[in-house]
């Protein structure tokens, strides 16, 4: 079942910005005719301290990207940004580094083993949070180093690139080519490089034709000899970077594109995840409150009874993440102990898993390693839920139609692998997207929810799902709140086998109605608010 599925002469540069040092060639910025003139030249060079006169009223530097950003395998842990800080200073009245991560005391959006789409599921929100006037993109090296569908990086790198100038129309955008890879046993490595290097100049042409304010920034200067290890510059490449990078700023500068202040359209808001089943950490039967953060790390609070009743214990951390975006985290039991595990589902569809032990307050965590290779299905369409009853989350594929493909979980890939159950509902005219998996009746086997703009629910009870059993319609089961469809979730908060229905706010509160058999039986008890929440726009990052 499971499996992997796995762009381009360089334009010739309209300019260079003139080498820093050492003849370098700091900083290429890709279109138009006057660069035929100025390859046949010799580049002009100055001291770092000689650098041309310019001065803007503000900077506000969004440095972007994976572990090089954040400034991995160099002395002080900065990277490039501290050497680069320091050669802007003079340029700009007021001079800030900004990003929600902060390292030795400076802001960033530099995440350790980060992809391109993990910036990419991110960037709006960092953005409209930073309102940053120059953004430095360095990203792709854990792509192409990994060979994560390598020939479709470009593809990524310009989805990316697009979300960041249609957010912030007015944002000088930076994008650098990647430095060399190290890895000396396997040339096909730095062979990826070079072909996604040879991408990024033409799609910075390509928006510069459009009018956006996007340069490239060449990082041919940085040799194998700079680097600390396989993929990360020493100090030496770090300082070859912020060359690189400085050079590209004072080009924008000296050509205008700097504006003082850039408008950044609001971000969409943040829905939780879909794929994720029953989320309950320490096996007492009842779904806990947990709240994933950006970068995968995880606060759990365990439901005692909840705001009615004996409260909520805080574990603090239950999970340090992964060098993955919180984007990808989904929770399942995997291993029938009854303990939701810590998954990565990628947008292949392909799943990283981690058992849960009692995480990080207690026994830790036991690295499964891949759990699913992909169906050939996005992992946008992906759920995980027990069909069968036998106590581990099974391998769902939801259709846009709301059609149904099943692989029953017999340990996944690392254990006696998945039984291909094929298509076990053909839909009921609902979008997948409002497809939802609980177990409504307390059989142990999640049942097809259907969920309507106004927080309504008709079910279809498994009874083996098409081909082994069928399903029973039970019809509408809830008539809703009156509240958006979006904000209801599913989950056993009172430990009785059967998901209750929950209402997931913004602020990320939670109201619960507990299930004495819904509409068609004994209907449901209000229990009001369960749970006050943990901060403002937080709703998006909550599992329970």
């Given at each position: ?24 060639v ?17 580049a ?130 930076l ?138 214990k ?5 999970a340090?993440?992964?060098m ?44 499964y ?13 992906v ?39 094929g ?31 106004n ?42 086998g059967k ?46």
């Amino acid at each position: 079942m499971m499996r992997r599925t796995h762009a381009r002469r360089r334009h010739a540069a309209r300019f260079l910005v003139p080498a820093l040092a050492t003849s370098l060639v700091a900083g290429v910025f890709v279109a138009g005719p006057a660069v035929a003139a100025a390859s046949t030249a010799p580049a002009a060079t100055a001291s770092p301290n000689a650098a041309p006169a310019w001065k803007v009223p503000r900077l506000k530097v969004m440095p972007l990207g994976d572990s090089i950003t954040r400034g991995a395998g160099s002395s002080t842990g900065s990277g490039y940004r501290a050497e680069l800080r320091s050669r802007l200073a003079a340029h700009a009245d007021n001079l800030q580094f900004v990003g929600s991560v902060q390292t030795n005391g400076q802001n960033h959006e530099g995440h350790s083993g980060w992809m391109i789409d993990d910036l990419s599921d991110n960037i709006e929100h960092w953005l409209a949070d930073a309102k940053p006037n120059v953004v430095l993109l360095d990203i792709g090296t854990n792509d192409i180093d990994r060979d994560f569908h390598a020939d479709e990086a470009p593809a990524r790198l310009t989805d990316l690139v697009d979300r960041i100038t249609t957010a912030a129309p007015d944002v000088t955008l930076l994008v650098s080519s990647l430095v060399p890879n190290g890895t000396k046993d396997d040339p096909s490595r730095q062979q990826r490089v070079e072909r996604y290097n040879k991408f990024v100049p033409q799609l910075v042409e390509e928006r510069r034709k459009k009018g956006l304010h996007v340069g490239y920034v060449d990082m041919g200067a940085v040799t194998k000899d700079d680097l600390v290890d396989n993929l990360h510059p020493n100090d030496a490449g770090y300082v070859k970077m912020a060359e690189a990078f400085y050079g590209g700023i004072a080009r924008a500068a000296a050509d205008g594109w700097v504006r003082e202040s850039v408008d950044v359209k609001p971000a969409p808001p943040v829905s939780a995840p879909l794929g994720d089943s029953t989320v309950d950490i320490n096996g007492d039967g009842k779904a806990d409150y947990l709240v994933v953060e950006d970068d995968g790390l995880v606060r759990a609070w365990l439901n005692n009874g909840g705001d009615t009743g004996n409260g909520w214990k805080s574990l603090g951390q239950f999970a340090g993440g992964v060098m993955a975006s919180g984007s990808k985290v989904r929770f399942a039991d995997i291993d029938g102990d009854g303990r939701a595990d810590y998954l990565i589902l990628e947008k292949d569809g392909s799943v990283r898993a981690w058992l849960n032990n009692g995480g990080d307050s207690g026994n830790g965590w036991k690295k499964y390693g891949q759990f699913a290779g992909g169906t050939g299905a996005p992992g946008s369409k992906v759920r995980f839920a027990d069909i069968n009853g036998d106590g581990k989350a099974d391998y769902l594929v939801v259709d846009d139609n709301g059609a149904v493909r099943a692989w029953i979980n017999n340990g996944g890939d690392q254990g006696n692998g998945w039984t291909s159950y094929g298509q076990i509902a053909t839909g009921v005219g609902m979008p997948g997207s409002k497809v939802r998996f609980a177990d409504i009746d307390g059989d142990r086997r999640a049942d097809y929810l259907a969920v309507d703009d106004n927080g309504g629910v008709r079910a279809w009870a498994n009874d083996g799902g098409d081909g082994h059993g069928g399903w029973i319609n039970y019809g509408r089961v809830a008539t809703g709140t009156g509240d958006s469809g979006d904000l209801v979730r599913f989950a056993d908060v009172n430990g009785d086998g059967k998901a209750d229905y929950l209402m997931v706010d913004a602020d990320g509160a939670v109201r619960a109605w507990i299930n004495n058999g819904g509409d068609k039986g004994n209907g449901w008890i209000k229990w009001g608010q369960i749970a006050t929440g943990t901060g403002r726009s937080s709703g998006g990052k909550v599992r329970i």
